[in-house]
């Protein structure tokens, strides 16, 4: 489905800022970059500037290195042997162009670039249909070599066999040191950790105890918080053979690490706590757990799918795929038939790792998969994949709560990620 872009009641005499881009991934193999401009009368207009298919067949994730201008792309694979990943400088204009490309293990979904310094930077990939991580050495022009796989068996199948027959690793993300790649393993109920080199001398990650989580949960994505408080951390265990009490660092406490299962459809927290000896080392300890969509609780067929922290650190967002919450106007100007709506969840982390559920607003459509928040932290990208489109929702940065969207897009094929160029 492909919708025009929806320009919103913008009055004549108004004037535009400078647009922000944005870039979207979608399962039709094409990478688009889109451009939001607002106008002095606070209107929005979300226009396509470009498309490419450097990333075809089934792109599912995209990473922005924007000290460098690069962005990464992984393609899961889902019509080929193998997945990949592919490199793209981007350019004020929108216009992505092509780096480089390798073929990597199947199903990748998600990926996170680590020990980002100036001697020594990496990009790890969760591969969900692979049952793998890997790790790729990149280079500020958007060059890579690969560097480890890490390949993961179960005995037997989980509690929930049609989605748990196999591992399943669902994303990677950095814990606030830059020490630990988390690593939720949907198919295992487990957050599978590794641990990297914070000298800097090597890309290396080594595999560190698990976390194991309630049976059939089927953890999918996690974020870190904290309300900014401070101690000292040192890196994991390790067999390389730097001296751990050169590097142990400061870091925020208490840390709370909240984790979103999508067969549970719930949302995890558990408090996280850092060795302060040269052994290093990480703990985990559940603090709080809920539906994600609080109150409301969640439909049969509903599915749990993103986390992120605000910009400002109040609130936390959490987005609930095919729950048919909302019904809301149809985003085609030229159909006034009515939509069902997903939605997406608003929370306040308390100090104590607890949350208070602040809202559960419409996400514009079905599906929505993924979402970023922009810097300022007053708009939401939102990418729905079974509505193939991208929706701009507007928040109120100081009570959190969503009030509407400002502008909306259709694309070709199921969209699976947007991210801003910020």
């Not at 089934?58 to 694979?77: H, Q």
């Not at 080392?281 to 969640?298: A, D, I, Q, W």
């Amino acid at each position: 489905m492909v919708l025009p872009s929806i320009l919103l009641g913008i009055a004549g005499g108004a004037t535009s800022s400078a647009a922000t881009n944005l870039y979207v991934a979608s399962y039709s193999g094409s990478i688009t970059s889109l451009s939001l401009s607002s106008y002095s009368n606070g209107t929005y207009n979300l226009a396509n500037v470009f498309t490419t298919n450097a990333s075809a067949p089934s792109p599912s994730w995209l990473t922005l290195d924007k000290a460098n201008n690069i962005l990464y792309s992984i393609d899961e694979g889902l019509t080929t042997p193998n997945g990949s990943v592919t490199s793209l400088s981007t350019s004020s204009d929108g216009i992505l162009t092509h780096i480089e490309r390798a073929i990597t293990i199947p199903g990748g979904v998600s990926s996170v670039i680590y020990n980002s310094s100036a001697t020594s930077r990496a990009l790890a990939i969760a591969h969900y249909g692979g049952s793998a991580l890997s790790t790729w050495s990149i280079n500020t022009n958007g060059t890579f070599t690969p560097l480890q796989n890490f390949t993961f068996s179960l005995l037997g199948n989980g509690s929930n066999p049609s989605r748990q027959e196999a591992s399943h690793p669902h994303q990677a993300i950095v814990d606030p040191t830059g020490w630990y790649i988390i690593v939720p393993d949907l198919g295992a109920d487990m957050i599978r950790i590794f641990c990297s080199d914070p000298s800097g001398a090597s890309d290396l990650l080594e595999e560190h105890a698990p976390l194991k989580v309630a049976t059939g949960s089927g953890p999918r994505h996690a974020a870190f918080w904290s309300p900014n408080t401070t101690t000292t951390a040192a890196p994991c265990p390790s067999s390389s053979s730097y001296d751990k009490r050169s590097y142990i660092k400061t870091t925020t406490i208490p840390l709370y690490m909240y984790v979103v299962s999508e067969l549970a459809n719930t949302v995890t927290g558990f408090a996280v706590t850092y060795s302060s000896t040269p052994a290093g080392g990480l703990s985990f300890r559940k603090v709080y757990t809920s539906s994600t969509s609080g109150s409301y609780g969640n439909p049969i067929d509903s599915l749990a799918a993103e986390i992120a922290i605000t910009p400002d650190n109040a609130h936390i967002l959490i987005s609930n795929r095919d729950d048919g919450m909302f019904n809301i106007p149809n985003p085609n100007p030229r159909n006034s038939s009515r939509i069902l709506s997903d939605s997406v969840a608003v929370w306040s982390p308390l100090s104590n790792g607890t949350l208070d559920f602040v809202q559960l607003y419409p996400a514009g459509g079905s599906s929505p998969r993924q979402f970023s928040i922009n810097k300022a932290g007053d708009l939401v990208a939102v990418a729905l994949q079974s509505s193939e489109m991208v929706v701009i929702l507007r928040r109120d940065v100081k009570t959190g709560r969503f009030g509407g969207a400002v502008a909306e897009i259709g694309l070709k094929g199921p969209v699976t990620t947007v991210i801003w160029d910020e």
